[in-house]
T-cell receptor, first 107, second 112 residues
Framework: KNEVEQSPQNLTAQEGEFITINCSYS?????LHWLQQHPGGGIVSLFM???GKKKHGRLIATINIQEKHSSLHITASHPRDSAVYIC?????????FGTGTSLTVIP | EAQVTQNPRYLITVTGKKLTVTCSQN?????MSWYRQDPGLGLRQIYY???????DKGDVPEGYKVSRKEKRNFPLILESPSPNQTSLYFC???????????FGEGSRLTVL
């Protein structure tokens, strides 16, 4: 029923590396959201996409509606990017979430 | 400051003792929703509200109630809490159901 799959589940990178997190889903969507959750629990919205590509600073999010796939890219990763990244699909009035990708960036 | 405020942030209670977790937003958002987050399962939607007096079930509504009498408030009620409702709860709001979500800081609930 959920069918929001994220990969990888865990990711460790060296500072400065380019990072990609993938999200796939199997039903139609109104929008696709990327969220960030830091240790300590607070959740922040990074992007909301219904088509194409968005960029905010070092973060880029893309979506391919036909393939039902989205990616979150982090360029020039930094230790402060260490967090859990969560993909969520908005279908109708409801939200369904992936289980998250835990990213650790090592100095 | 635009924010979503949840209370309490931490609560330990016992089975069967009714409790309410409050959620308030100051952004005049129409859409509000509740989620629980459990290890390995991620976030799951409990209930949502499209506007005042309009609420509907999410993915995991069993054991919970909600009400939306005012636009800014969306309390989550556990009439008879059970240990399987031990979880981290988040409230969120957005302009509409297709908008960017703004989350509260979370409420960690333990039911003994």
């Amino acid at each position: 029923k959920n069918e929001v799959e994220q990969s990888p589940q865990n990711l460790t990178a060296q500072e400065g590396e380019f990072i990609t997190i993938n999200c796939s889903y199997s039903v139609g969507i109104s929008a696709l959201h990327w969220l960030q959750q830091h240790p300590g629990g607070g959740i922040v919205s990074l992007f909301m996409l219904s088509s194409g590509k968005k960029k905010h600073g070092r973060l880029i999010a893309t979506i391919n509606i036909q393939e039902k796939h989205s990616s979150l890219h982090i360029t020039a990763s930094h230790p402060r990017d260490s967090a859990v990244y969560i993909c969520a699909r908005n279908t109708g009035n409801q939200f369904y979430f992936g289980t998250g990708t835990s990213l650790t960036v090592i100095p | 400051e635009a924010q979503v405020t949840q209370n309490p942030r931490y609560l330990i209670t016992v089975t069967g003792k009714k409790l309410t977790v409050t959620c308030s937003q100051n952004m005049n958002h129409e859409y509000m929703s509740w989620y629980r987050q459990d290890p390995g399962l991620g976030l799951r939607q409990i209930y949502y509200s499209m506007n005042v007096e309009v609420t509907d079930k999410g993915d995991v509504p069993e054991g919970y109630k909600v009400s939306r009498k005012e636009k800014r408030n969306f309390p989550l009620i556990l009439e008879s809490p059970s240990p399987n409702q031990t979880s981290l709860y988040f409230c969120a709001s957005s302009v509409t159901y297709t908008g960017e979500l703004f989350f509260g800081e979370g409420s960690r609930l333990t039911v003994l």
